[in-house]
C-alpha cells in the first residue's frame, strides 16, 4: 500500500483585493467578485508546488458599519465555493473585521490582527501546523508585505502599477521581492 501523503507545511498567504480579484473597494457581493488575469493559473501552479493556500484580508468595512460581519463570512463562503470548481482549495480565508477609527464598537479597536500586524497569519499557521519558514505572504500592499514581514516568513509584492515606487524606495526594505502578477510570481517559485 503506497505511503500516505504528508500534508505539506509550506503555505502561500494571499492578500484578497487587488490579489485575487479586481479591487472594487468593500466588495461585499459575490456578484461583483472578478478574479484578475493569470490568478487561476497562478494558484493551481501554487498548488501543484506543494504550497497550501490561504487568504488573509483586512475587511474594516465591518468595523465601519458598511456591511455585517457574517455578509464578509457568506461571501467567501460562495469565493471558496467558486475556487473549488475551479479545482482550487482555499484552506481557510481569515478576515480582519477591526478598525482603530470605525463606527460599530464592537469592532473599533486597535487589534493584533489586521495588516500589518501578522495575527492573522500566526493564527493560521498555528492552526494548521505550517512551516512559517517556507511560506510566503503576497499581496499587493505595503501593508501586506509588512505582515509577512512581521511573522516572520517571506514576502512578495505585487506592483501591478509600474508607477509606484519600488520596494527598496519604501521603509527600507531592500529584500522584498516584486513581481508584476500573481502569476509572474507563481512561476518564480518552480526554483525557490
Ligand atoms: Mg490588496
Ligand atoms: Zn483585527
Request: charged fraction near 25%; include cysteine; hydrophobic fraction near 40%.
Amino acid at each position: 500500500m503506497p505511503a500516505k501523503k504528508e500534508t505539506s507545511r509550506k503555505a502561500v498567504f494571499l492578500d484578497r483585493d487587488g490579489t485575487l480579484n479586481k479591487n472594487t473597494h468593500y466588495l461585499i457581493d459575490f456578484g461583483d467578485f472578478e478574479l484578475l488575469p493569470g490568478v487561476e493559473q497562478a494558484l493551481r501552479l501554487l498548488q501543484d508546488l506543494d504550497y497550501r493556500l490561504f487568504v488573509v484580508s483586512n475587511q474594516s468595512g465591518v468595523a465601519r458599519g458598511y456591511f455585517p460581519f457574517e455578509a464578509v463570512e457568506a461571501l467567501h463562503r460562495k469565493i471558496e465555493a467558486h475556487m473549488a470548481t475551479l479545482g482550487i482549495r482555499l484552506e481557510e480565508m481569515a478576515f480582519c473585521p477591526h478598525h482603530p477609527q470605525g463606527s460599530v464598537a464592537a469592532y473599533t479597536m486597535d487589534c493584533d490582527c489586521r495588516k500589518p500586524k501578522p495575527g492573522m497569519l500566526r493564527y493560521l499557521a498555528t492552526k494548521y501546523d505550517v512551516d512559517i519558514s517556507r511560506s510566503i505572504m503576497v499581496g499587493d500592499s505595503m501593508s501586506d508585505a509588512m505582515a509577512g514581514l512581521n511573522a516572520g516568513m517571506a514576502s512578495a509584492w505585487i506592483k501591478s502599477d509600474p508607477g509606484a515606487p519600488r520596494a527598496g524606495q519604501v521603509d527600507n526594505l531592500p529584500n522584498l521581492k516584486e513581481f508584476v502578477s500573481l502569476l509572474d510570481f507563481a512561476e518564480s517559485l518552480r526554483d525557490f
